[in-house]
Each structure stands twice: as C-alpha cells, then as structure tokens.
C-alpha cells in the first residue's frame, strides 16, 4: 500500500491520465529514483516531480504535466 505522499500524487494523476496509468507512474518513477511508494519522502517529491513531468508529458500535454510537477513538488502530507 503507498504512503500518504504516493496516495496523493496518484490522485493528482489521476485527473489528468487516469487512475491506471496513474498507479503505474507512481510505482515506475518511485523505482527509477531509488524508492518505492511505500518509503517516498518529501525529501525525494522535486526527483520524483521531473521524472513524473516527463512521463505525463508523453500521455498528455506538457503544461499539464509541468503544473503537475509543481503541484507534487509542493506537496507536504
């Protein structure tokens, strides 16, 4: 089960990609930084924010997911 920090990036996401794809970002760019949704810190949000940005911006426009950055980015659970 994730985290509250992974939980509340996963429902950000899900507005924009859906609640899938969503799910599957968070896991794979939890991986590509070193952590897992279980162990995320708010420490790790601004590595985990570019690597979702660039991801987002593959399924949807880049303004969506550059303010999705900002708002994972600001996050504090």
């Known amino acids: ?3 509250k920090l992974a939980q509340e990036i996963e429902k950000l996401l899900s507005d924009v990609v859906g609640e899938f794809i969503a ?3 968070v896991k794979k760019n939890c991986e590509l930084i070193g952590t897992t949704q279980d ?3 708010v420490d790790q949000l ?7 940005n660039k991801s987002v911006a593959f399924f949807s426009k880049e303004a969506a997911a ?6 994972i980015t600001a996050i504090r659970v």
């Open 1 to 3: 089960m994730a985290n």
């Open 23 to 25: 799910k599957a970002t």
């Open 39 to 41: 162990t995320l810190t």
């Open 46 to 52: 601004p590595a985990l924010a570019e690597k979702i």
């Open 66 to 71: 550059s303010g999705l950055a900002e708002k």
